[in-house]
């Protein structure tokens, strides 16, 4: 069984620029969840989407967002990329709500320079 | 407010070594906890996950260890290999996925 997939990799952006970051989960998995990860820092909550629609989003300004698909894939947009969005942007999926373990996808890596 | 709070920061140890990594809490209301285990520029792997009846929880090497009284839980990782160099991440769950809160981690590395 595949695991949970993202692209790309890596992204290099400059300053004022939108990127876009693609997730597919474990399929059967309706929950895709997206992270910050700064370096030295832990893992903060994004975005939260399940069956289309956003359930919950945390603490980051408009300038994030993103959608999920009918086929439960996730997009993540940043606009107006600055310096400190630099971070690991990693995407976990799980069975549906609940309280069950998510599983997460390697990463893209996105540089603002 | 959550808070998940891990030490130590950093751990250095000699392969075949033991080792504990700590883990305190003040989530409220508590679902269950979790440890990742994270490779350099990879996602989280879960190890581990124990609900509050729970006290202990092995997978191989690695043992998991809650007190819920004390909303404490140790990582206990035995026989080190270089492999297990990596970052160990606790998580705790107030129910629901999206209501998590993670700690940011002690980075163990295992040396010859």
Redesign the interface.
């Known amino acids: 069984e595949a695991g949970?997939t993202q692209s790309p990799t890596h992204l290099i952006k400059t300053r004022g620029q939108q990127a876009t970051l693609r997730c597919s989960p474990i399929s059967g998995h309706t929950?895709v969840?997206w992270y910050q990860q700064a370096l030295?820092?832990?893992?903060?909550?994004l975005l939260?989407y399940d069956e289309g629609e956003e359930?919950?989003r945390g603490n980051f300004p408009p300038r994030f967002s993103g959608r999920q698909f009918p086929n439960y894939s996730s997009e993540l947009n940043v606009n107006a990329l600055e310096l400190e969005d630099s971070a690991?942007y990693?995407?976990?999926s799980?069975l549906g709500?609940?309280?069950?373990?998510?599983?997460?996808?390697?990463?893209t890596?996105l540089t603002v320079l | 407010k959550n808070q998940v709070e891990q030490s130590p920061q950093s751990l250095i140890i000699l392969e075949g070594k033991n080792c504990t990594l700590q883990c305190n809490y003040t989530v409220s209301p508590f679902s269950n906890l979790r440890w990742y285990k994270q490779d350099t520029g990879r996602g989280p792997v879960s190890l581990t996950i124990m609900t509050f009846s729970e006290n202990t929880k092995s997978n191989g090497r690695y043992t998991a260890t809650l007190d819920a009284d004390t909303k404490q839980s140790s990582l206990h990782i035995t026989a080190s290999q270089l492999s297990d160099s990596a970052s160990y991440i606790c998580v705790v769950s107030t129910g629901g996925g999206n209501k998590l809160t993670f700690g940011t981690g002690t980075q163990l590395k295992v040396e010859l």
């Open positions: 949970v929950s969840y030295g820092l832990g893992l903060q909550f939260w359930r919950n690991l990693l995407c976990a799980s709500v609940g309280g069950d373990t998510q599983y997460f996808g390697p990463g890596r």
